[in-house]
């Protein structure tokens, strides 16, 4: 005989206690999902003001104050195009002393500087860049010799800043960049509407300089892009092939269970390891280039190649195993079940990952610092052995630089590094959908 | 002289019949053993296929059937930890032989799946597949043929004719599942094994299937595992029963479910387990 | 060992007692309709007439329950030879029942005519036919296939004492003419009782199969000769 079991009883679903416990239960829901919408909005606000400063500050970055002024460009001093083959007539023009023309334009316009020393001065209201701006133009015009032309040039970077509002006018003068004697000729020159902030494509196209004015982040673009194609050129195969073998043929024993671990501890290595790493080997012991993008693209390789191979060894493993026996079944060999069928199939979740790591590799400074990368380098990198510099170690660079100019200047590039991110991420959202298949 | 090639046709003719008592099994088992590392899990099998018949293997889950089937094209291979003994010989020929060819062996043995398995790709390429890795096919044309030829046998032809691009993973259930024994008898297989075929099939679709094994009997011989003893019942010509590993019974289907020889098969068959 | 589907063994035997039941009926009918005749019981033989209806009835439950079975529990092996036994036999003890009815009529015409007093052979035939029904069903409710053969070998001795009847009869008609109604009663109530022995030889034959699973050959030997028998003098003899 059994005894009346408590589940015999019909459960009373109205009584006092029940719906106190319904209760209970509902507003336990609710602190759940505000808790959670909470999160969510803290997070978003921290992006939020993150993204704002960058951009706010970044913006002005990407314009820089030009002045206008009426150039004379004598013959005698810029040498004549027509007796002159184009070449002779660049190197005359890249001789000439076109900070002079500047001066002499400004005497016009200001006829109270006399002295040589207030002249000096007046000179520096322009950045130093403009005698290479003056010269493009001339070289690229030949027939303005011996004109008159109005044109706007590059101001300095202190005047820029004051024209963006980044100097405080009203401290006292000594403890501001620029002087009360600037700011009079800058007020006279925007008066006569002579003053224009400008967008400023040299930041684009050039590369490092000491003067903010003339900074620009393309070095440290092509650097970036060299290094990256190294190191997907390297981390990609490797990581894939490694992730296959160890998903596909590797015996299931303590050797492969070692490698595992120890790849699995690779991706939680602090990057800067990776850069001591490349230091010693490939400059030290394998002698190749300094600052080379090829010994970045080495050394965020092996950074990378960890979450290449953790993400495809995922992405390999979540192809349904009926595929496999499908293959199998119909006389497939291992390689054929692989490239056929498994490989298409993890595309997808590998290239993700590729991408992934990329992008961690593109933001990567610490180990490129170890390999010499963060050197001051003008020019364009013109290969994967020349010295060049990366994007993430010009913002590093630009951030150190004492000139103010040169706060704007980082963010800009930190908002250019960001284009970049964001754009390899379309590229794997897209590739993600171009391979996607359902099965 | 015409008298000869008469008596030989009709000689010829009559020999079906002479083999029928004492023909040799297309594919025959002979005290086979598979270990899983420790575990014992298919003891002392003795078991033939012949060509067109159809051979139900039953038994409750775990009792080693599917692991016996999949070691009659070597599927087992592929899991490390597993080892087989005793012989299997297709066509007198053992499978586990050092000279045999595993790739090969899968052709001419196939395998169809328990849940329809296509490639994510068009219908046309699953069933091009196999041909093609096996070089069966010189031009397109042939391949086109035996593409159209197969979906024909497997009674899908005139469900996809008109949409052979489209993808095979795109197909109801039941269709993907004949895709899937089309895909199977596009590489000529002499032998095909079914692992449950129907199992994630509604009744139609379970219907259509075992219509098809059916008219496929005459050109192969077939092993299907089932959990379904009415499907058992309804499409085999011989049923073995399996149990812990051992194979308890084999006989005609009819007999075997009509009168049993071991209680343990009718416990089994009757809903008796315990 | 019992079904794992407890309501599987319900309706299993739900079936057996339905039988069991319509065995009972047959064998209460049977020796009923034997007592109606030997007592010239008018009143009891109507009763037995009546009594039909029952049987008939079980049949029809019989059929509606194996048919069920087979729609919903697809049976195979030893359920699938119960229940196909079961139809049959349901078939076999309908036909039994509807001798014993035969024998209630007859007895009912019997009555009407003089009394006369019957060969003793029938008696004996109506004791072992009863017998052998109650022992076959006995057979069947203990599933007994050796039991079930033994009334199957019996039969042989029904048939001998048919075809004593038979010849007895053939002899009183000869010598009492004027009961000539009462005799071809008799005669055809004997072909009755040998009709449920054979019968029960049905029964048994389905209870053995259900139980061995081997459909028995029909090779006993036939002992009923009265279909051959002539007017001969051996007949008389």
Redesign the interface.
Known sequence: MTTPSKIDSPTLWDSKEMQRRTARRYRQERIFRAAGLGAVAISALFLVVLLGNIISQGTGGFFQTYIETEVELPVKVLGDPRTMTPEEFANSVRRANMLGLVAKSLEETFPEVTSRSEKRALIKIFSTGVRGQLAQFVTENPNVVGTRQKLWLLASDDIDQVVKGNIDTETDEGDRRVSDRELAWLQKLEDAGRVDVKFHTTFLTSGDSRNPEMAGVWGAVVGSALTLFVTLILAFPVGVLTAIYLEEFA??NRFTDFLEININNLAAVPSIVFGLLGLAVFIGTMHLPRSAPLVGGFTLALMTLPTIIIASRAAIKAV?P??R?????????PM?VIF??VLP?AMPGILTGTIIGMAQALGETAPLLMIGMVAFIVDIPSGITGAATALPVQVYLWADSPERAFAEKTSAAIMVLLFFLIMMNAVAIKLRQKFE??? | MSAMPDQLSRMTEAMPEVTQTTRTPKMAARDVHVYYGETHAVKGVNLDLHQDEVTALIGPSGCGKSTFLRCLNRMNDTVATCRVEGSITLDGKDIYDNKIDVVQLRARVGMVFQKPNPFPKSIYENVAYGPRIHGLAETRLDLDEIVATSLEKAGLWNEVKDRLDTPGTALSGGQQQRLCIARAIAVNPEVILMDEPCSALDPIATARVEALIEELKGRYAIAIVTHSMQQAARISQKTAFFHLGNLVEMGETTQIFTTPREERTRDYITGRFG | MEHIVKSYDAEIRELRSLISRMGGLVEDQLSAAITALSEYDVELAAKVKAGDRQIDDLEIQVENTAVSIFARRAPVADDLREIISSLKMSAVLERAGDYAKNIAKRTIAIAQERPVGFPPTIVQMSELAATMLRDVMDAYVRHNADAAMDVWYRDEQLDNLHNTAYRQLIARMVEMPDHINTWTHLLMIAKNLERIGDQTTNLAEQIYYSVKGTILEDTRPKHDLTSSVTSGPDASA
Do not use: V
Not at chain 1, 325 to 332: I, V
């Open positions: 015996p299931q349904p009926s595929i026996d499908a293959a199998r079944g119909l006389g497939a060999s054929q056929h069928h199939l298949r359902k099965w």
